[in-house]
């Protein structure tokens, strides 16, 4: 059901820039959606972070700049399409909760009047656009905790000594608990195998190729360098990760001498 969270934020971001558009002639964005499955004291806390462009592209490729999406409608159109696509799904392969589930929606729509919540603060102008593509990307690649919050572990006790902020105090809490607890914590956390934790939608769709040579215009107008020859893996590496995959921990770099390809029904030898 974690499939809905992606899909409820991509329709309440189309929703949203269809406000903004003619009936007859829809421009759709591009968006990037990250689902994070936890909160800062590693509890089940699913939620997804999306960057979006400031406009979007329609059929004939014309883009339109949109600067500004409407808060109210973002809230009470996810709470909306949130709740819908789980009813659906519920109905469908369990029907027998279908009837406890509608008196959670009616709950849920009577506790959160405006919708649920959304955080989609104004950006200051100082900060501009690059502020927000490091905090997307800062959140993209983030894993559940880092190492560098955990301060103590006692081996004889079996306790792990962490600390995080609480998001809406901004105290500072600290926790002990038994190593089973902790790693319970922590294993919730990992995806089923093959779940994409981060999606492209719209103009960013890897299916969008229509789009792709009117999006690489646009880029090189704005001064971003656009490279045409395809990268390797290791300058792929390095650009992205800052490391070099062939550098070895001695300093050393790893030269490349040979490779054997056996023919069919031969054996494979592993040699050290």
Same mark, same amino acid.
């Given at each position: +059901? ?5 899909? =409820?934020?991509?329709?309440?971001? +189309? ?8 009936? *007859?002639?829809?421009?759709? &964005? $591009?968006?990037?959606i990250?689902?994070?499955t ?5 509890? %089940?806390? &699913? ?17 339109? @700049?949109?600067?500004? !999406? ?8 996810? +709470? ?17 909760k279908?009837? $406890?589930?509608? +008196? ?10 405006n ?21 997307i ?5 983030r &894993?559940?905790?880092? =190492?560098?919050? !955990?301060?103590?572990?006692? %081996?004889?006790?079996?306790?792990? #000594? ?10 500072? !809490?600290?926790?002990?608990? =038994? ?7 922590? !294993? ?7 779940f ?9 769709? #890897? ?9 690489? #215009? ?13 990268? @390797? ?18 300093? =050393?770099?790893?030269?490349?001498? *040979? ?5 069919? $029904? ?7």
């Open positions: +059901m974690l499939n809905f969270l992606f899909d =409820s934020a991509w329709k309440t971001i +189309m929703y949203s820039f269809k406000k903004n558009c003619r009936k *007859d002639d829809t421009f759709t &964005p $591009g968006v990037m990250t689902l994070h936890f909160g800062r004291s590693l509890i %089940w806390n &699913p939620h997804v972070h999306c960057l979006v462009t400031e406009g979007g592209m329609n059929k004939k490729h014309i883009y339109k @700049h949109i600067s500004y !999406i409407n808060y109210e409608v973002l809230r009470k159109s996810f +709470m909306r399409t949130l709740i819908k696509e789980m009813r659906e799904y519920i109905a469908a392969a369990h029907p027998e279908l009837k $406890g589930f509608k +008196m959670l929606a009616n709950q849920m729509y009577s506790e959160h009047e919708g649920f919540y959304v955080n989609a603060p104004k950006m200051e102008e100082k900060r501009g656009k690059d502020a927000v593509v490091s905090y990307v800062r959140y993209t690649g &894993p559940v905790m880092a =190492s560098s919050r !955990i301060t103590e572990y006692d %081996w004889k006790n079996g306790t792990v #000594t962490y600390w995080y902020e609480d998001h809406k105090t901004k105290e500072h !809490i600290t926790v002990k608990e =038994s190593v089973f607890a902790f790693m319970k914590k922590l !294993i919730q956390h990992i995806p089923e195998a093959q994409k934790m981060i999606r492209y939608y719209g103009i960013y769709a #890897t299916c969008a190729h229509h789009h792709k040579k009117k999006v690489k #215009t646009l880029i090189l107008e704005h001064g971003h360098h656009w490279a045409d020859a395809p990268k @390797h893996y290791r300058r792929d590496l390095i650009d992205t990760y800052g490391v070099d995959p062939l550098k070895c921990e001695c300093g =050393s770099y790893m030269v490349y001498i *040979d490779n054997y390809i056996p023919s069919k $029904g031969a054996q494979f030898y592993e040699t050290g």
